[in-house]
């Protein structure tokens, strides 16, 4: 690169956790700006967790953590042309990126989900994590198989 690489943004806690990682998930959920749209449905859906899952003694935010645990994956695959093919080299993933991943895939398969609202349907997707089912939590698995699979090119890492 030409450039130098550009300095980390400093992220601010949110304001009822005072957690940096809930402003993380919220900056990636936010559409065309609306951070306080945002903000809402995320903290409604910790609230229809709190709700659907009273059983549990860990709190919303404990349960939404584990369940982002549960979706991260340690493991990807990259493209890598040796020679005229191309091979699915697997790597070990960074832990900014892990972070990153995790977030995304909860946040797209949230969306794509059938449901009431958007709230609902993080809601959903949170306690399916949690409980390591639905699709977050299928895509980290299907990563690891592949990422398995390819183990033999692993010596391709650049």
């Known amino acids: 690169m030409r450039k130098a690489t550009p300095k980390k943004r400093i992220i601010l806690p949110d304001p009822k956790f005072g957690d940096i990682m809930v402003t993380r998930f919220v900056n990636n959920l936010m559409l065309e700006g609306k951070k306080s749209t945002a903000f809402n449905i995320f903290y409604d859906s910790l609230d229809i967790v709190g709700q659907r899952m009273k059983e549990d003694e860990k709190s919303p935010l404990e349960i939404w953590k584990k369940a982002l645990e549960n979706v991260t994956p340690q493991v990807e695959v990259k493209s890598r042309r040796v020679g005229g093919a191309t091979f699915q080299v697997p790597m070990e993933v960074r832990p900014e990126r892990k972070i990153s991943i995790s977030m995304k895939n909860l946040i797209l398969f949230a969306r794509k989900r059938s ?16 409980n390591e089912e639905g699709g977050a939590f299928k895509r ?10 390819n183990k033999a090119f692993a010596h391709f890492r650049f």
């Open 115 to 130: 449901g009431k609202g958007m709230s609902e349907k993080l809601a959903a997707e949170i306690m399916s994590a949690y």
């Open 140 to 149: 980290k698995e299907d990563m690891h198989k592949m990422a398995e699979a």
